[in-house]
């Protein structure tokens, strides 16, 4: 089980350290898909970073929390275990698959050398993992891919490869933060399908963040819905599209393009994100909800528990 504990992490904005996550709790099972959802600068990659602590490179600091895999602090871990968790028990597969790959490095030595790096083999036998693993992810000319550098393949190539590179040291956890943003429409559905698939045949637990309900209502079994820096709603996928009960999580749905209102043109949110530093008082969405009221500007909402796995954080929402 991997589970994010309460986390808050702060940024520098101007010289001054705000908080950009605010209480964050997650919870993914080995086996399970689950969805970090919302609009774009709400903090979902800061968290999906946080999981292995690659935004402490950029300035990002835990105010506060926890993160755990299998019962175990991820920020009281040695170097060296932290490293051989990085990749070994987590991946990551990023939104942009050319900022992952190294352009002077053929796609054989960087997959070879994540495998050597986890894994206790020779050349020879890494270079057989790589083929299988390219195979694995629809490559059927896998040992001309060995020898390719990453600026001659297609970018539904090139993510194929980092889901590949993930794959590498059969981890229990794939963070994939928006893996198919920067694809095509038809290719990103087929990148979907492998990835769920992959899933499915290894029993990952699998962190998918996204800005899109549709994807989620298509891969996930669990949702967290995030606004500025919290959770605002969470629960399994089907019990969360059938009950909605965040204003903001109806609001998100309403811009699926096959529920809009406006003849398939997306629906969008009036007004934007605030930033970290500019979190209203009270509830973070009262500003741009239709429905909030004197009390949602002066109250912090408690999580409520609509059931016994559905929590919504509005002070409009009651218990079911
Ligand atoms: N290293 C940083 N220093 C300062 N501010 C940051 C840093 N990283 C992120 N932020 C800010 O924190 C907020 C949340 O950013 P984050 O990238 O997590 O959002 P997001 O929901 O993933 O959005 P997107 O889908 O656009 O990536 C944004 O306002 C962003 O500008």
């Not at 393949?153 to 590949?164: D, E, F, K, N, Y």
């Not at 962190?207 to 669990?222: I, P, R, Y």
């Not at 204003?247 to 997306?266: D, F, K, N, Q």
């Amino acid at each position: 089980m991997l589970e994010v504990l309460n986390l808050s992490l702060s940024v520098s904005i101007q010289g001054n350290r705000v908080d950009a996550v605010s209480g964050v709790s997650l919870a993914l099972e080995a086996g399970r898909v689950l969805g970090l959802v919302g609009e774009s600068g709400c903090g979902k990659s800061l968290t999906a970073q946080a999981i292995l602590r690659l935004g402490e490179f950029q300035g990002v600091a835990k105010s506060s929390g926890d993160i755990l895999i299998d019962g175990e602090s991820l920020f009281t871990m040695s170097d060296e275990r932290l490293r051989r968790t990085r990749g070994g028990r987590i991946a990551m597969i990023f939104q942009e698959p050319m900022t992952a790959l190294n352009p002077v490095f053929s796609i054989g030595s960087q997959i070879i050398e994540v495998i050597r790096l986890h894994l206790d083999m020779d050349k020879q036998q890494a270079r057989q993992r790589a083929i299988d693993l390219l195979l694995d992810v629809g490559m059927q000319d896998a040992e001309q891919i060995l020898k390719q550098y990453p600026d001659s393949l297609s970018g539904g190539m090139r993510q194929r490869v980092l889901i590949a590179m993930a794959m590498a040291a059969d981890p229990d956890y794939i963070i994939a933060d928006e893996p198919t943003t920067a694809l095509d429409v038809s290719v990103q559905k087929r990148i979907i399908a492998l990835l769920l698939n992959l899933q499915k045949k290894r029993g990952l637990g699998l962190l998918l963040v996204t800005h899109d309900f549709g994807l989620v209502a298509e891969m996930c079994d669990d949702v967290a819905v995030m606004y500025a820096g919290q959770i605002v709603e969470s629960g399994p996928v089907k019990e969360i599209f059938d009950h909605p009960a965040h204003p903001y999580t109806r609001a998100l749905m309403g811009c699926r393009p096959e529920v809009s209102e406006t003849g398939g043109a997306l629906a969008v949110i009036a007004g934007q994100v605030p930033p970290p530093g500019q979190w209203p008082c009270g509830c973070h969405f009262a500003p741009r909800c239709s429905g909030a009221d004197e009390l949602c500007s002066a109250t912090v909402a408690a999580d409520v528990w609509r059931d016994h796995s559905h929590i919504a954080r509005c002070v409009h929402v009651g218990s079911k």
